[in-house]
């Protein structure tokens, strides 16, 4: 059985202990650096960090046979400020809302063309998947398409100045949805479970990943490869200007994140849950509220809550989710 | 010298293929045809009209034809609804389906400027239904109307039909049987003579 | 219409349905599932704006796409109809033009086509179904040999529901005329390149500015390649505009699509009575063939633009860039804005306005068989009874009918 390691921090790339076949594809000097270096994304962004993972190792499981077709948002205007680019991959941009559908044209264009080895991998973040990318996703499911569509998931709309989206949690300050009056942030009760809803179209797979488990993220990947037909992967990437975070804090963020059960890692297949990451260190989502600016109105100076109403349902929201999920051990999901 | 031909019935009971099967028709013997619907959004029952032009040379004009040389009626309980008769030319066919003569549809005074023997209902519907199974009476209609006018020969309209329907050869052969024998009622009722049209006297 | 697009071989075809293009799409549908036209993917796609993205993408990656809309539909897709027009792709797009709403009307005017002639797309207007099918045919060539998508407009119902004689080519014609679809620039893992960067202040006015003379590049390729087609097919089709009778006439009239040809059943009549009148299609509205409009135009006494759009606030849309091509001479320009909403345009109406424009009285803008009645009496209720809302209703209101039943 190989032995697993954990990352440390983001110092650690490879795991030189552990058999190459099971090394992050980023110990590969023979890696594709797909997203490659000269980009302008902020310092810690989660988001650069998870794409580049996710598409080297897209890259790695599709032999470099592979297309990309990017949504708008920090991701494409970080990494293509003409006359410069970098990316090293096939990489095509259209618009905010129609990553899905033109990544179906690519398909369609390389099916036709008999190129059945390229695959095409879709991305964008939370505003271009979960809201206005929404219509072309469900329709790209639903027709199954052979797409790898990457949701990158910041919670809100960041290249525009942090307005608040379909996937902003409750309570969040944003722009739009400000920490002001008797319910300050995102309100509770809105927003889209976008996994559960890729789930719903009953697609061939369906993953949730973050930035803090970078091997979990390349293997979702590589398994997603292994399968033909429309798959989703969300992926958590904290983002330190809009999070009001440090930059040094986007790994251990996302960490905390699973760990309060706030944010759930898992697989799906065909609708149906198939396997999940048990929390291996449960904790209270006070942890992982803290260190954001963006639920910094919760807390004084002190750290204590000033509205502990807001942080309990957050608590509860996160207890409901342990349970749904079965995120530890001595809980059976019931999803 | 075009002739201009206005079909009127209600959704579902093919006045657009009417148009449609008229211009193949035409077409099949040589000449230009212009066939095009009036439209609405799909819905059976609703009052349709559908134009057909046909001519020895080319048709360039896209108006509705407002002066018909012949009007087709697939349902007669349009003249309540519709302005069926307008425009018609003083020298113009008209034929009605149904299996009431004119006078008894109500038709009579209205018709009475028209040359009589131009005018003559067809019991169409009727028709169809046996020889086809369905009370759909354009192809029917459009046989009488090759008999009426002249305009189109039966065996065009055959052919017409049959292309059509050419994807199931038993249906096509019913609906040119259909449009035969309205053909042969209208023949009749024509060299029946003035007395055997149905405007009734002019002492009524 | 269907048969045609087929024999241009397109390799992708996606396309949402709306009226009045449904048919075309369902028989290319067909003849995907039958394998009569393969290798192509037929998409049933979610929206048209997903129609136009589903085509982006596949143009993009080496595709010969094709889709088709009208109206709202091509409202929906606006933002990838741009797209497409400042990637440059070669996209082929039937618009079987139809009025935009509210209110919601299916019948046919050309308001949508003018909603997108700034996007940067060559725009086709057919006058028969036999131009409509042929302008097809040599607007694949012409835009992958450009790098600009086109888009062949067609009037819905009146062209795209009428049964007219066609002459269909042959799949050997269209392949001597329209060779395999081959992009200097694609999306291959094989040799990677990034599509769709944000160009800043210091490029972007140089793109756009490619973009124009693309299209300059297209006013020359256009009649050129109307040329090959007639040697190749035996008939003329497209070109930049037809003449027809101008040549000593005192009146042009100007107009776009089917239209033309009651136009010029009247203009024979009108000519056998004595008037000097003459009609000139256009066939590129853009890009607007303004040196050939002109030379057309400039010996005339006076134009007449029959058109079935307008800019609301302002006038003709047609008419306006017609009157820029003709800067600097004094021939007037009338408007006549006709068939909006799809009311039928008849030669009895016509006449009387080219025979008013023959004696010189014919005014600036005219709305062709305005109920006048109508129109007096709302705006004189408006005045007594000032509310907002929508027209079509509040007209039903003033005639005591309620809204509901409308």
């Not at chain 1, 369609?108 to 206005?132: F, S």
């Not at chain 3, 094989?190 to 210091?202: K, L, T």
């Given at each position: 059985?190989?032995?697993?390691?954990?990352?440390v921090?983001?110092?650690?790339?490879?795991?030189?202990?552990?058999?190459?076949?099971?090394?992050?594809?980023?110990?590969?000097?023979?890696r594709?650096?797909?997203?490659?270096?000269?980009?302008?994304?902020?310092?810690?962004c989660?988001?650069?960090?998870?794409?580049?993972?996710?598409?080297?190792?897209?890259?790695?499981?599709?032999?470099?046979?592979?297309?990309?077709?990017?949504?708008?948002?920090?991701?494409?205007?970080?990494?293509?400020?003409?006359?410069?680019?970098?990316?090293?991959?096939?990489?095509?941009?259209?618009?905010?809302?129609?990553a899905p559908?033109?990544a179906?044209?690519?398909?369609?264009?390389?099916?036709?063309k008999g190129?059945?080895?390229?695959?095409?991998?879709?991305?964008?973040?939370?505003?271009g998947?979960?809201d206005?990318?929404?219509?072309?996703?469900s329709?790209?499911f639903?027709?199954?398409?052979?797409?790898?569509?990457?949701?990158?998931?910041?919670?809100?709309?960041?290249?525009?100045?942090?307005?608040?989206?379909?996937?902003?949690?409750?309570?969040?300050?944003?722009?739009?949805?400000?920490?002001?009056?008797?319910?300050?942030?995102?309100?509770?009760?809105?927003?889209?479970?976008m996994p559960?809803?890729?789930?719903?179209?009953?697609?061939p797979?369906?993953?949730?990943?973050?930035?803090?488990?970078?091997?979990?993220?390349?293997?979702?990947?590589?398994?997603?490869?292994?399968?033909?037909?429309?798959?989703?992967?969300?992926?958590?990437?904290?983002?330190?200007?809009?999070?009001?975070?440090?930059?040094?804090?986007?790994?251990?963020?996302?960490?905390?994140?699973?760990?309060?059960?706030?944010?759930?890692?898992?697989e799906?297949?065909?609708?149906?849950?198939?396997?999940?990451?048990?929390?291996?260190?449960?904790a209270?989502?006070?942890?992982?509220?803290?260190?954001?600016?963006?639920?910094?109105?919760?807390?004084?100076?002190?750290?204590?809550?000033?509205?502990p109403?807001?942080v309990?349902?957050?608590?509860?929201?996160?207890?409901?989710?342990?349970?749904?999920?079965?995120?530890?051990?001595?809980?059976e999901?019931g999803? | 010298?075009?002739f201009?031909?206005?079909?009127?019935?209600?959704?579902?009971?093919?006045?657009?293929?009417?148009?449609e099967?008229?211009?193949?028709?035409a077409?099949e013997?040589?000449?230009?045809?212009?066939?095009?619907?009036?439209?609405?959004?799909?819905?059976?029952?609703?009052?349709?009209?559908?134009?057909?032009?046909?001519?020895?040379?080319?048709?360039?004009t896209?108006e509705?034809?407002?002066?018909p040389d012949?009007?087709?009626?697939?349902?007669?309980?349009l003249?309540?609804?519709?302005?069926?008769?307008a425009g018609?030319?003083g020298?113009?066919?008209?034929?009605?389906?149904?299996?009431?003569?004119?006078?008894?549809?109500?038709?009579?005074?209205?018709?009475?400027?028209?040359?009589?023997?131009?005018?003559?209902?067809?019991?169409?519907?009727?028709?169809?239904?046996?020889?086809?199974?369905?009370?759909?009476?354009?192809a029917?209609?459009?046989?009488?109307?090759?008999?009426?006018?002249?305009?189109?020969s039966?065996?065009?309209?055959?052919?017409?039909v049959?292309?059509?329907?050419?994807?199931?050869?038993?249906v096509?052969e019913?609906?040119?049987?259909?449009?035969?024998?309205?053909?042969?009622?209208v023949r009749?009722?024509?060299?029946?003579?003035?007395?055997k049209?149905?405007?009734?006297?002019?002492?009524? | 219409?269907a048969?045609?697009?087929?024999?241009?071989?397109p390799?992708?075809v996606?396309?949402?349905?709306?009226?009045?293009?449904?048919?075309?799409?369902?028989?290319?549908?067909?003849?995907?599932k039958?394998?009569?036209?393969?290798?192509c993917?037929f998409?049933?796609?979610?929206?048209?704006?997903?129609a136009?993205?589903?085509?982006?993408?596949?143009?993009?990656?080496?595709?010969?796409a094709?889709?088709a809309?009208?109206?709202?539909?091509?409202?929906?897709?606006m933002?990838?109809?741009?797209?497409?027009?400042?990637?440059g792709?070669p996209?082929v797009?039937?618009?079987?033009?139809?009025?935009?709403?509210?209110?919601?009307?299916?019948?046919?005017?050309?308001?949508?086509?003018?909603?997108a002639?700034?996007?940067?797309?060559?725009?086709?207007f057919?006058e028969?179904?036999?131009?409509a099918?042929?302008?097809h045919i040599?607007?694949?060539?012409?835009?992958?040999?450009?790098?600009?998508p086109?888009?062949?407009?067609m009037?819905?119902?009146?062209?795209?529901?009428?049964?007219?004689?066609?002459?269909?080519?042959?799949?050997?014609?269209?392949?001597?005329?329209?060779p395999?679809?081959?992009?200097r620039?694609?999306?291959?893992?094989?040799?990677?390149?990034?599509?769709?960067?944000?160009v800043?202040?210091?490029?972007?006015?140089?793109?756009r500015?490619?973009?124009?003379?693309?299209?300059?590049q297209?006013?020359?390729?256009?009649?050129?390649?109307?040329?090959?087609?007639?040697e190749?097919?035996?008939?003329?089709?497209?070109?930049?505009?037809?003449?027809?009778?101008t040549?000593d006439?005192?009146?042009?009239?100007?107009a776009?699509?089917?239209?033309?040809?009651?136009?010029?059943?009247l203009?024979?009549?009108?000519?056998?009575?004595?008037?000097?009148?003459?009609?000139?299609?256009i066939?590129?509205?853009?890009?607007?063939?303004?040196?050939?409009?002109?030379?057309?135009?400039?010996?005339?006494?006076?134009?007449?633009?029959?058109?079935?759009?307008?800019?609301?606030?302002?006038?003709?849309?047609?008419?306006t860039?017609?009157?820029?091509s003709?800067?600097?001479?004094?021939?007037?320009?009338?408007?006549?804005?006709?068939?909006?909403?799809g009311?039928?345009?008849?030669?009895t109406?016509?006449?009387?306005?080219?025979?008013?424009?023959?004696?010189?009285?014919?005014?600036q803008?005219t709305?062709?068989?305005?109920?006048h009645?109508?129109?007096?009496?709302?705006?004189?209720?408006?005045?007594?009874?000032?509310?907002?809302?929508?027209?079509?209703?509040?007209?039903l209101?003033?005639?005591?009918?309620?809204?509901g039943t409308?």
């Amino acid at each position: 059985m190989a032995v697993r390691f954990y990352q440390v921090g983001s110092f650690a790339v490879g795991n030189r202990l552990v058999d190459g076949t099971d090394r992050t594809v980023q110990s590969d000097p023979g890696r594709s650096n797909s997203l490659t270096s000269g980009h302008r994304a902020c310092q810690g962004c989660g988001e650069a960090l998870g794409a580049r993972y996710a598409l080297d190792a897209a890259m790695r499981a599709t032999a470099g046979r592979m297309v990309a077709v990017n949504a708008t948002g920090c991701l494409e205007v970080f990494s293509t400020p003409y006359p410069e680019t970098s990316w090293q991959i096939a990489w095509l941009h259209s618009l905010f809302g129609n990553a899905p559908a033109v990544a179906t044209g690519v398909a369609a264009a390389l099916r036709v063309k008999g190129r059945n080895d390229v695959r095409v991998v879709g991305q964008a973040g939370d505003g271009g998947t979960v809201d206005i990318g929404f219509g072309c996703l469900s329709g790209m499911f639903e027709r199954n398409d052979d797409v790898l569509f990457i949701c990158y998931d910041n919670q809100a709309y960041m290249n525009t100045g942090v307005q608040r989206s379909g996937a902003t949690p409750p309570a969040a300050r944003t722009a739009t949805t400000e920490a002001v009056g008797p319910e300050p942030g995102n309100p509770f009760g809105q927003g889209k479970n976008m996994p559960a809803l890729a789930m719903a179209h009953e697609i061939p797979y369906v993953a949730t990943a973050t930035v803090a488990d970078l091997h979990d993220l390349e293997a979702k990947i590589e398994r997603a490869m292994t399968f033909h037909g429309a798959r989703y992967l969300h992926i958590l990437v904290p983002c330190p200007l809009g999070w009001g975070s440090a930059a040094c804090d986007t790994v251990r963020i996302a960490r905390l994140a699973t760990q309060t059960g706030l944010f759930p890692v898992f697989e799906a297949e065909h609708g149906e849950v198939v396997r999940v990451t048990k929390i291996r260190r449960p904790a209270p989502v006070t942890e992982y509220l803290r260190l954001q600016g963006r639920f910094a109105h919760l807390f004084d100076g002190s750290g204590q809550p000033v509205r502990p109403d807001i942080v309990a349902a957050l608590q509860d929201l996160a207890d409901r989710t342990v349970r749904r999920y079965g995120l530890v051990d001595d809980v059976e999901g019931g999803f | 010298m075009v002739f201009e031909v206005r079909i009127h019935g209600r959704g579902g009971q093919g006045v657009v293929t009417a148009a449609e099967l008229l211009a193949v028709a035409a077409f099949e013997e040589g000449r230009f045809a212009q066939a095009f619907p009036s439209f609405g959004s799909e819905r059976t029952g609703a009052p349709v009209v559908s134009y057909c032009r046909l001519d020895e040379r080319e048709i360039r004009t896209r108006e509705p034809v407002v002066a018909p040389d012949a009007l087709i009626v697939l349902d007669p309980t349009l003249v309540h609804q519709v302005d069926l008769f307008a425009g018609l030319l003083g020298t113009g066919f008209v034929l009605v389906n149904s299996t009431r003569t004119l006078d008894e549809l109500g038709l009579g005074t209205l018709l009475e400027r028209f040359r009589h023997d131009r005018l003559l209902t067809v019991p169409g519907t009727e028709i169809a239904q046996r020889h086809t199974g369905r009370p759909v009476p354009n192809a029917v209609l459009l046989g009488g109307f090759a008999a009426l006018t002249s305009e189109v020969s039966i065996e065009a309209v055959t052919k017409a039909v049959g292309d059509r329907f050419g994807a199931s050869p038993s249906v096509a052969e019913r609906n040119v049987a259909a449009a035969a024998e309205a053909y042969a009622y209208v023949r009749r009722e024509m060299s029946d003579g003035v007395e055997k049209v149905m405007l009734s006297a002019p002492a009524d | 219409m269907a048969h045609t697009v087929a024999l241009c071989r397109p390799e992708v075809v996606c396309a949402y349905p709306i009226s009045p293009q449904t048919h075309i799409i369902e028989a290319l549908g067909a003849l995907v599932k039958t394998g009569e036209l393969s290798p192509c993917e037929f998409i049933n796609v979610e929206s048209e704006f997903a129609a136009m993205s589903v085509a982006i993408g596949a143009s993009a990656a080496g595709a010969r796409a094709f889709t088709a809309t009208s109206s709202q539909g091509l409202l929906f897709m606006m933002e990838a109809v741009y797209n497409a027009g400042g990637l440059g792709l070669p996209i082929v797009m039937t618009l079987a033009n139809r009025a935009i709403g509210a209110p919601i009307n299916i019948w046919n005017d050309h308001s949508d086509a003018m909603a997108a002639r700034d996007a940067g797309w060559v725009q086709l207007f057919a006058e028969t179904n036999q131009e409509a099918a042929d302008l097809h045919i040599l607007a694949f060539r012409l835009a992958e040999e450009l790098s600009l998508p086109v888009m062949v407009c067609m009037d819905g119902f009146i062209l795209t529901h009428a049964s007219e004689r066609v002459d269909l080519p042959t799949p050997e014609q269209v392949d001597a005329y329209l060779p395999p679809f081959e992009p200097r620039q694609l999306l291959d893992p094989d040799d990677p390149v990034s599509i769709g960067a944000m160009v800043g202040p210091e490029a972007f006015e140089e793109v756009r500015f490619i973009a124009h003379t693309r299209h300059l590049q297209a006013l020359v390729r256009i009649e050129e390649l109307s040329e090959e087609f007639a040697e190749t097919f035996g008939r003329d089709s497209g070109g930049l505009l037809h003449r027809y009778r101008t040549v000593d006439a005192d009146t042009v009239v100007v107009a776009l699509g089917s239209v033309l040809g009651t136009i010029k059943d009247l203009v024979d009549t009108l000519r056998e009575g004595g008037m000097r009148i003459g009609v000139l299609g256009i066939t590129s509205f853009r890009p607007f063939p303004s040196d050939a409009v002109r030379a057309a135009l400039e010996k005339a006494r006076r134009v007449v633009v029959v058109e079935k759009a307008f800019s609301v606030g302002f006038g003709g849309v047609l008419s306006t860039d017609l009157a820029m091509s003709l800067t600097g001479l004094t021939v007037p320009v009338a408007t006549v804005v006709a068939g909006l909403g799809g009311r039928p345009i008849t030669k009895t109406s016509l006449q009387s306005v080219f025979e008013s424009a023959d004696r010189g009285e014919l005014g600036q803008l005219t709305f062709l068989d305005l109920n006048h009645d109508l129109v007096a009496r709302e705006l004189q209720r408006i005045v007594q009874y000032p509310r907002s809302g929508p027209s079509a209703e509040n007209i039903l209101r003033g005639l005591g009918t309620p809204a509901g039943t409308g």
